[in-house]
């Protein structure tokens, strides 16, 4: 059963990290970089964090999916890495839903034509991020077996 929770667990935040990816290369393509502010730049900081994102998009999946014996002996058991990326989703969770309700004007230019407000898209990342820290936390505190 523990084991069912963490393999949801680590699809879920996979999902999460592949929106939050997409969405923050195209905001950093726009120039808008962290907390909404200008990136100075398309080019160069565009490709850092194209590289950088890879790796808790794919590194907390692969560490939440199975067990790692070598992970689980030297850094961390598993269940407290869940626990400790629950605690990270919850406050990015925190600080997505302040730009959801504060009533940012601020927008940016949508693929599709049009734009995109900061709190349309927070409020829809808000709930991609709330699913997420659900499925973790329900593995983070997920009775292991023979425990």
């Known amino acids: 059963m523990a084991e069912a929770r963490f393999r949801a667990a680590a699809r879920a935040y996979l999902v999460y990290g592949a929106v939050y990816y997409v969405g923050g290369l195209y905001l950093v393509s726009q120039g808008v970089g962290v907390m909404g502010g ?11 964090w194209a590289i ?15 067990r790692r ?21 919850a406050f990015r969770a925190y600080k997505v839903g302040q730009v959801a ?8 230019p949508a693929p599709w ?16 991020t709330l ?3 659900v499925f973790v936390t329900r593995a983070a505190w997920a009775r292991e077996a023979g425990a």
Not at 52 to 66: E, N, R, S
Not at 72 to 78: A, I, M, T
Not at 113 to 128: H, K
């Open 38 to 48: 200008a990136t100075g730049g398309r080019g160069g900081g565009l490709l850092f």
């Open 101 to 108: 309700v504060r009533g940012d004007l601020a927008s940016v």
């Open 52 to 66: 950088t994102g890879l790796v808790p998009l794919l590194g907390i999946p692969y560490l939440l999916h199975a």
């Open 113 to 128: 034509g049009g734009t995109v407000s900061f709190q349309a898209g927070a409020a829809v990342f808000l709930v991609v």
């Open 69 to 89: 014996p070598g992970f689980d002996r030297w850094v961390l058991s598993r269940r407290d890495f869940a626990r400790l990326v629950a605690l990270l989703l």
């Open 131 to 133: 699913v997420a820290l």
